[in-house]
């Protein structure tokens, strides 16, 4: 595998249930990040992890959790989502130094909430 | 309120000729600048950057401006090719070291053969 990988790449979930979304990069970088794509908006930053330390939690709600186990894995947890909630989810990662590298995304997932 | 906007959700243009998309962005506080190109079912591919210290990067086909003082830039591509139709986002960086960016809303370009 190269680069960042997302699973699943569809989900349909009730509003009952708890799911995680999986996020690996195989890039060697030190920061990773989840945002939200909703139709007709910009992406949303929901968080970010620097060096697996959460540094941003963009007002996300708390239905929303993030894991960041070691600096390769990234993951979204999931449980009593509503409608609205449905959207894109991609995970990024890039190298955060002095000279900026740029974002790397995964393909994402596709996410319903029935 | 929306730091980085694209005011055009989409653009048509004819193979060969040049497209130009815009973005605008109003926090002074951005030092880097960032161009993403996005086809359906796929996550953002990074295209092409600027630093806020240089008014213009080109690399192939693509070349991105930047006008400060307007806190404009613009994306140009040239000539178009049909494979270029996709969805391009713009984005920004604040300086600090989080790595993080603001994305603008999207415009979809076609282009027609």
């Known amino acids: 595998e190269t680069g960042v990988t997302q699973t699943p790449r569809h989900l349909v979930m009730g509003m009952t249930n708890k799911k995680s979304l999986k996020c690996e990069q195989h890039l060697g970088h030190n920061a990773m990040y989840w945002y939200k794509q909703s139709a007709k908006k910009p992406l949303e930053l929901m968080f970010v992890?620097?060096?697996?330390?959460?540094?941003e939690n963009n007002s996300v709600p708390s239905r929303f959790s993030p894991e960041c186990p070691n600096s390769s894995h990234l993951f979204l947890h999931l449980h009593t989502l509503q409608p609205e909630d449905s959207a894109l989810y991609l995970c990024?990662?890039?190298?955060?130094?002095?000279?900026?590298?740029?974002?790397?995304f995964g393909p994402g997932t596709r996410l319903t909430v029935l | 309120d929306q730091q980085v906007k694209q005011n055009s959700p989409s653009l048509s243009v004819q193979e060969g000729r040049i497209s130009i998309l815009n973005c605008d962005y109003t926090n002074s506080m951005f030092d880097y600048f960032l161009w993403y190109k996005k086809y359906p079912a796929e996550g953002p591919t990074f295209l092409i950057s600027i630093s806020s210290i240089k008014d213009k990067n080109e690399d192939g086909r693509f070349t991105v401006f930047l006008n400060k003082s307007a806190k404009h830039l613009s994306l140009h591509i040239v000539p178009s090719q049909p494979g270029d139709s996709a969805v391009y986002f713009c984005?920004?960086?604040?300086?600090?070291?989080?790595?993080?960016?603001?994305f603008g809303q999207g415009t979809t370009l076609q282009v027609k053969p």
């Open positions: 984005a920004a960086k604040v300086s600090s070291n989080t790595g993080k960016l603001i």
């Open positions: 992890y620097n060096f697996k330390e959460q540094t």
């Open positions: 990024a990662s890039s190298q955060v130094s002095l000279s900026y590298n740029e974002q790397f």
